[in-house]
């Protein structure tokens, strides 16, 4: 799930640097400890991740915070990304809410702390209207609509990935499927690992699957961009016909594809 949502709305974007001076320091230090510090080999899960760089792949997935959304919180832990994560879904969710009428305490601007600050009030009432034609009626035209009042660097792919966690939440997986695959077209060079991942988010969501089996199954085609193993070995119907789609695109996250590649 896309946490710009939520980042776009709120706009707090924190930038922090270090001195060169301190970093100069650090690096005399690392050498000498280098020098002074026998070499030894990797520990064991080093050395594991090394040999099989596919669990590397999976933990980068982050499909546990489907789960955790779903109402297993305690799969996150102490990782605030996670928490980050199920949080910005559970935005989504009092959105829904506010506009269902669920909750008539709370409008859409409501859901995200600070948005109001951003937005004259004239502008929130005319979000807080499209944003409620973009749940009750999914479209691409409610989708540009929104996104016409909307900061430009929220894009439409944002918002297809939480109109789409919304049906699933709801308990429809086939409903969140079919709104990505209208959006993003038939199985193909057009997708990337972010759509297959929430492919898994649909199944999870509405808890017609587990993060650990949607898992699985992403460590079985990691190893068919490696080339060992078949699509035939992917367990979900979905993952497997994407994998064999004619020109499929890689399910391996552009900034890992060199690690994934190396033979």
């Known amino acids: 799930m896309n946490l710009r949502f939520c980042v776009v709305i709120i706009g707090l974007f924190i930038i922090s640097a270090c001195g060169s001076l301190g970093l100069a320091q650090q690096d005399a230090n690392n050498q000498e400890q280098q020098i002074m510090t026998p070499v030894s080999g990797p520990s064991e899960a080093a050395a594991e991740e090394l040999a099989d760089p596919r ?18 919180l305690s799969l996150c832990a102490d990782d605030q990304s996670c928490l980050n994560g199920v949080k910005v879904i559970k935005s989504w969710v009092c959105i829904a809410n506010s506009c269902d009428g669920t909750d008539i305490s709370k409008k859409p601007f409501d859901c995200v702390a600070g948005a109001d600050n951003k937005f004259s009030k004239e502008a929130q009432d005319q979000i807080n209207t499209l944003s409620c034609s973009l749940i009750k009626s999914p479209s691409a035209l409610t989708r540009k609509a929104l996104l016409s009042h909307i900061p430009e660097n ?7 990935e939480m109109g789409a966690a919304l049906m699933a939440l709801k308990g429809s997986a086939e409903s969140c499927k079919d709104y990505i695959k209208d959006y993003v077209g038939p199985y193909g ?11 898994s988010g649909c199944r999870i969501l509405a808890h017609e699957s587990t993060s650990e089996n949607e898992e699985k199954d992403f460590y079985t085609w990691f190893g068919v961009a490696q080339g060992s193993g078949s699509c035939s070995d992917i367990v979900n119907i979905e993952l497997r016909n994407a994998c064999n789609a004619p020109g ?6 552009l900034s890992s594809k060199p690690s994934i590649n190396a033979q």
Do not use: C, M, T
């Open 154 to 160: 929220l894009s439409e792919d944002d918002v297809v």
């Open 189 to 199: 060079p057009a997708w990337n690992v972010k759509w297959y991942k929430a492919l």
């Open 55 to 72: 669990k590397a792949l999976v933990d980068q997935l982050g499909l546990r915070i489907f789960e955790a959304a779903a109402g297993h």
């Open 248 to 253: 499929a695109a890689s399910p391996v996250p």
